[in-house]
Structures are given as structure tokens and as C-alpha cells.
């Protein structure tokens, strides 16, 4: 049974999902704009994927977990990081930050914690129906609101990668997994090259009775510091030197400073350095040359416990932890209604859709970077957007047709890869977009 609350407000009510990096400054931008704002979060604080070990039992950091983007270029505009700040602060850190920037702008009266939203539809008036309910609870309650802005992230549904066979031992996705502890002297091996692979394999490693990395393809690892500078603030250093020349500039330097992959066994990168997104990591290669993780190729099969690789060697693991990302789901949509699961994402600043009025996405996009100051632009014209003082130069349709034909970087057509920008880039569209708002 629905029970239906009721709000009498004069201005306009907006409901928010998620109180994450990006749903903090959702909802901070949209109360400037003069908005009443209710959000709702199934976690019992802020910080989203940042809450290690949430009883909600949502995705999350990992015990040891460092953002890969340093603190020079990872805060809100509005609300900076602290002087004291580590280079590359750790999650214990940015959910302190993220804690602190809620209390200075005083959102906790605005959130509903520990709260499911259960389904949100659309009614002919362009009003939205929000049912959600408290975890502890079945009873489902509903209010209306005059806009919907959809902050939940894009870490849910595991994507499991799909192979012939069945491995019989320990089995689980990056998702499940929060520290190295309960693989002490397990032969694990770990799938995936991107960020949390490389992390898995190399705290695996440090204690596991051996740890083998398997790659489908060839990966550019990214060191986080090059020349005493984080390897971030390198980048735009570089970013003087014309686009046809600074991917060729990245990867002589890369290669300069820690040499090739397939020097250590690691699969050649056949790809440009950004073709995928970026794996920022300074342990792996060390790891790999001091023989604590073991190069392996693609899987062909599981038999049991035992692994088949493509190269022709096969050998038994008592873990396998599938580093493989995400889907890109929202449950809470009718599918038919909206389904960007496979792509293409079609949002102008991936943010804005061209056929569904007083929606927005806030945080829907990977950044080469740090997402939250992309999501506090996007917060600032959304809600500029809604209270009429920002219109976009054209067709929406158009408009988002152009973004899906040149895209900030060109990479591997992959369900992962629909919705990469370049953070600089993406932050820079935002900021004109804004300068011609009233």
C-alpha cells in the first residue's frame, strides 16, 4: 500500500537521489536558486561510494583506498579542500570533507537518510511521482515534486565478465571486496585493468600466497607523480602542446619514466594512452618486477578451480575477484522509460535529456579527473536551468547529437566508455555555459 504525504510549498519542490559527491552539491545548488530540496540516500551519511563499509551494503572505496586525482585539482570551487590536505587525500579524508562542506552549507535538514526510492514517474503536468521507503521498513510512501534530479552515481550493478565454464572457489566482483585480510595465503587471481584491479592485485599481493593479474588488453599505467609534480598537474602543464601531439607527448614520457609493459610482462598497448580510461597507479610495476603479482593474458575457460588462459597456460586459484565495473542502471525507472545501459548517453553536458522536462542527471559521466567539480557546475546550471535564468543555444537534440559525435576523446567502443570527458574540457564547456546565464 502507497500512502501519499503532502508539502505545501509556494516555491517549487525538487527531490534529489543521492547524497554522494555529487548529490551534496546538487543539493546545495539547487537551495541557492531558491528551490525547497528533499533528498533521499540509502546511506545513514553522506559521501556516497566514499562510506567504507556502509551497513547499506552499497559499492564502495576500499580499505586502503587514495583518490587518483590529486587535491590540486579535487575540490568544490565553493568550498576547498584543506591546506593540510595529503597530495592524493585517502577515503577517510574526502568523507571528512564531504562531511564538513554539508555542515558548512547546513544540507543534513535536507536529506532523508537511510532512505530506498523505490520508482519515480512522470505525469502529464511534467510533475514527478517519487515512491521510496525506509530500509527498515515495507511501506512505501509517495510524494510529488516539481523536478527530479538523479545524483545516484554509476557504481550499482556489477558488470561480470562472461566466460565459458564454472570456477568453484571463492568467486566475487569489486564490489563485494574491501580489503586484502581474507586472502592471506589464497592464490588469488584479480581481472580488470583499470584502477580497483590494480589496487586488488597489488594489496592482494602483500599477503596472499600468490596473485595473478589478468588483462584483456593492454593498459597505460599512469604514475601519480612525474617530475616531483602529481602526475594531474603534469597533464595540464602539458596541455599547451596541440591534441595531435600531447597523446604521443604522454606516452614517450610514460614509457621514459617506467619503461614498457611488455618489458615486464604485461600485454602491449595497441591503443592511444587515453583510448581507455586511465589507470593512475604508482605500485603495480613494482609489484609485477619485485614477482608479488604474476602477468597473465585473457581467460579463456574456468574447469573447477582451475583457469585456462589464451596463451595456452592454465593453473589453479583459490579467489577470483572480477574487477570488471559497472552497469549503468536505474532501477527506479521504468526501463522503457529510461535505459542508458549500454549507451549511447543521450544528455546535453551529460546532464540535460531532450524529451523529458524538470529531469537532470548530476554525476552521470567519468571524468579523466575528479568528478565533483564537474558535478558542482552541472548542479549550478541545472538549477539555473530550471529556474529559467540559463536555455541552451539550440536544438536539444541537435545539440546532444554533437556531443555524441565528437566526444572529448575517442576511445575503445565499450559499455564502460559511453560516458568519458575530459575533466578540463568538460569543466571549461560548463563554465561558458554558465557565463551566459542571468
Known amino acids: 500500500m502507497v ?3 503532502k508539502y505545501k510549498f509556494d516555491m517549487k519542490k525538487v527531490a534529489v537521489i543521492g547524497a554522494g559527491p555529487s548529490g551534496i552539491t546538487a ?16 546511506c545513514s551519511g553522506v559521501g556516497g561510494n566514499w562510506r567504507y563499509n556502509d551497513p547499506s551494503g552499497h559499492s564502495s572505496v576500499f580499505e586502503t583506498t587514495h583518490i587518483i586525482s590529486s587535491k590540486y585539482t579535487s575540490y568544490y570551487e565553493d568550498f576547498p579542500l584543506p591546506e593540510n590536505a595529503a597530495d592524493y587525500p ?64 554509476h557504481h550499482h550493478e ?17 564490489h563485494e571486496y574491501k580489503k ?5 595465503d589464497k592464490k588469488v587471481l584479480v581481472i580488470g585493468g583499470g584502477n580497483s584491479a590494480c589496487d586488488v592485485a597489488v594489496e592482494t599481493a602483500r599477503i596472499s600466497k600468490t596473485t595473478a593479474l589478468s588483462w584483456r588488453r593492454g593498459y ?17 602543464k602539458a596541455r599547451w602542446i596541440p591534441r595531435f601531439l600531447r597523446l604521443p607527448f604522454m606516452k614517450f614520457m610514460l614509457e621514459l619514466i617506467q619503461g614498457k609493459n611488455e618489458d ?23 609489484a609485477v618486477r619485485h614477482g608479488k603479482v604474476k602477468p597473465k593474458c585473457d581467460i579463456e575457460r574456468f574447469d573447477g578451480k582451475t583457469v585456462y588462459f589464451q596463451d595456452g597456460t592454465h593453473e589453479k586459484f583459490d579467489a577470483v575477484i572480477a574487477c570488471t565495473g559497472y552497469k549503468i542502471k536505474h532501477n527506479f525507472f521504468d526501463k522503457e522509460f529510461i535505459n542508458f545501459e549500454e549507451g549511447p548517453v543521450n544528455l546535453l553536458h551529460r546532464m540535460l535529456p531532450a524529451d523529458i522536462k524538470n529531469l537532470y542527471f548530476i554525476g552521470l559521466f567519468q ?41 572529448d576523446v575517442r576511445q575503445v567502443k565499450t559499455a564502460r566508455h559511453t560516458i568519458t570527458v575530459d575533466d578540463f574540457s568538460f569543466r571549461y564547456r560548463l563554465k561558458k555555459e554558465l557565463s551566459r546565464a542571468n
Request: aromatic share 12%; proline share 6%.
Open 90 to 153: 585517502s577515503h577517510k579524508e574526502l568523507l571528512e570533507y564531504f562531511q564538513a562542506y554539508t555542515d558548512h552549507f547546513d544540507l543534513d535538514k535536507n536529506i532523508k537518510f537511510n532512505t530506498e526510492v523505490v520508482h519515480c514517474s512522470q505525469d502529464n503536468s511534467h510533475k514527478w511521482k517519487v515512491k521510496w521507503r525506509e530500509l527498515n521498513d515495507t511501506q512505501v510512501l509517495e510524494e510529488e515534486f516539481d523536478a527530479l534530479v538523479v545524483c545516484n552515481g
Open 180 to 184: 586484502a585480510a581474507p586472502f592471506a
Open 3 to 5: 500512502r501519499r504525504t
Open 220 to 236: 597505460y599505467l599512469i604514475p601519480k607523480f612525474m617530475f616531483g609534480l602529481t602526475s594531474d598537474i603534469f597533464a595540464l
Open 264 to 286: 615486464i610482462g604485461l600485454p602491449k598497448v595497441t591503443n592511444h594512452i587515453l583510448a581507455t580510461h586511465p589507470t593512475v597507479n604508482s605500485d603495480l610495476y613494482n
Open 367 to 407: 571524468p579523466l579527473g575528479c568528478i565533483w567539480p564537474g558535478a558542482e557546475l552541472q548542479s549550478k546550471l541545472a538549477a539555473k536551468h530550471l529556474n529559467g535564468k540559463w536555455q541552451p543555444k539550440g536544438s536539444l537534440e541537435d545539440l546532444i547529437q554533437n556531443e555524441l559525435d565528437n566526444p
Open 158 to 174: 556489477p558488470r561480470y565478465p562472461n566466460y565459458p565454464g564454472k570456477f568453484s572457489g571463492e568467486y566475487l566482483h569489486s
Open 27 to 42: 543539493i546545495k545548488n539547487f537551495k541557492d536558486q531558491g528551490f525547497e530540496v528533499i533528498a533521499f540516500e540509502r
